[in-house]
Nanobody
Framework: QVQLVESGGGLVQAGGSLRLSCAAS????????MGWYRQAPGKQRELVAA???????NYAVSMKGRFTISRDNAKNTVYLQMNSLKPEDTAVYYC?????????WGQGTQVTVSS
């Protein structure tokens, strides 16, 4: 079962940027589509962005143009560059497979955007 470790979150002012990283264990990372998800307090987890094994990306409407997902298969790592952050982007961010069955969910990384 894949192990996922997210990092790079923090506190940032509105309009700022953060780059999240997700390190994955296991040899099948390079063939799996990966996704970044987020969960805000009192809300369901939602898919933010996804990337196929070949690098094709897809984004939730509200993130398009602000967020960029990328991956480095040699490092078993997927990234999420977040620009023009808004207070409503405040959430715990997770990575996992882009579709089920999912791997074990990690602890996530907290992103807090102040106004």
């Amino acid at each position: 079962q894949v192990q996922l470790v997210e990092s790079g979150g923090g506190l940032v002012q509105a309009g700022g940027s953060l780059r999240l990283s997700c390190a994955a264990s296991g040899s099948i990372f390079s063939i799996k589509a990966m996704g970044w998800y987020r969960q805000a307090p009192g809300k369901q987890r939602e898919l933010v962005a996804a990337i196929t094994s070949g690098g094709i990306t897809n984004y939730a409407v509200s993130m398009k143009g602000r967020f960029t997902i990328s991956r480095d298969n040699a490092k078993n790592t997927v990234y999420l560059q977040m620009n023009s952050l808004k207070p409503e982007d405040t959430a715990v961010y997770y990575c996992n497979y882009a579709r089920g069955p999912y791997g074990n969910w990690g602890q996530g990384t907290q992103v807090t955007v102040s106004s």
